[in-house]
């Protein structure tokens, strides 16, 4: 019997995993996030960003949002939990512009809106293991070992994954600016003595 496609497009399973990590990427209706900034250069890469900046949304808007992101959570926490909204923030890439890496602290899980982006996400993970793999020509020069991993994800899709992996965003080569909404979230749980 051939297996049904999930429309939500969760990527839980070993074959869809990022190095074993949970992850998720899936449509939203980025038209309900409403929000305000005023991006500022502020990252290595002098790319675009309200990180740290004036970033103003409404609470529909962020009701929205948490909905999506908890629907992937109930997904991978096993037990009750609630989801805090640590920081949200804009990003503009113009040509050439990028993101160095990076991973975000004092969180549990990080996602990317794509508001709007031609051709390519830019989106590129890297495994724990990168710098181990890469110091080792035996196990660096193997193709069936992944060190790093382009995400797929298009326009008007949202990406969920843990905080602790590090990412980056590629220089956009396009003449359009590329949007993207990102912001971390951590998980609550009352009795601090269960275990993810």
Known sequence: ???KEESTAFRLTSNTSLFGFPYCVKDVDANKIDIQYTPNRIWLSDTLS???GVTNTNQSSISYLMEELKKFTNSVVTCEHD???ISFWANEYYKKDFQEPHLHGNSDFSFVIFKKIGRSSGLVFF???YDLIQSNTFWSSRKEVEDTVECSAKEGQIVIFPSILRHMALPSNEEEVRIT???N???IIENSNIGL
């Open 1 to 3: 019997m051939e297996e």
């Open 181 to 183: 909404y990102s912001g």
């Open 83 to 85: 989801l805090k909204l």
């Open 127 to 129: 495994s724990p293991a």
């Open 50 to 52: 309200s990180y740290r």
């Open 185 to 187: 979230v951590q998980v």
